[in-house]
């Protein structure tokens, strides 16, 4: 009796998070993802700036190239997520993303023990790295990869008429 009553509430959400648990985490990363690309579409390549700090194989590629990539990427990734079609390749390709910013931009110059290095997990650079933000939208992102879209998504529509 005592565990029927305490469940019964959870089934309810079960159900609910069932068609939409996922959903929330599509509209902020869209949101945040398309921003960046926006900004990136209206603004100049600055990463000729910073092209030494690129990861391979991106540190091979012309800085030209890695501005339209990963603007073109900022700008469709997002609106796959938003519509939950393609949401795994899609997740994959921002984690990508996402990475090789932290490694270029993001990841502190030096440190030498992980005391310093903790430093850098930080919304604001000062001096010593800010990979916390980009940290989150990976964090964000991994359910996505390992889940897909979940039932409120063209992804799940398509799968049903298949």
């Given amino acids: 009796m005592l565990t029927n009553t305490l469940t019964r509430p959870f089934m309810a959400l079960d159900r609910a998070g069932s068609w939409s648990a996922d959903l929330p985490l599509r509209l902020f990363l869209a949101w945040e993802f398309f921003e960046s690309?926006?900004?990136?579409?209206?603004?100049?390549?600055?990463?000729?700036?910073?092209?030494?700090?690129?990861?391979?194989?991106?540190?091979?590629?012309?800085?030209?190239?890695?501005?339209?990539?990963?603007?073109?990427?900022?700008?469709?990734?997002?609106?796959?997520l938003l519509l939950g079609l393609g949401t795994r390749l899609a997740s994959a390709v921002l984690i990508v993303v996402t990475m090789v910013a932290i490694a270029a931009v993001h990841?502190?110059?030096?440190?030498?023990?992980?005391?310093?290095?903790?430093?850098?997990?930080?919304?604001?650079?000062?001096?010593?790295?800010?990979?916390?933000l980009p940290l989150i939208y990976l964090v964000a992102l991994l359910?996505?990869?390992?889940?897909?879209s979940g039932r409120l998504s063209l992804d799940h529509w398509l799968w049903r008429r298949r």
Wanted: net charge negative.
């Fill in 107 to 132: 990841w502190p110059n030096q440190w030498s023990s992980l005391a310093e290095l903790g430093r850098g997990y930080a919304i604001t650079d000062q001096g010593f790295g800010n990979f916390k």
């Fill in 37 to 80: 690309g926006l900004e990136k579409f209206n603004g100049a390549n600055w990463f000729a700036d910073l092209q030494g700090s690129f990861p391979f194989p991106f540190d091979l590629l012309p800085a030209g190239l890695n501005w339209q990539l990963s603007m073109w990427a900022e700008l469709l990734c997002p609106l796959l």
């Fill in 143 to 148: 359910p996505l990869l390992l889940k897909g």
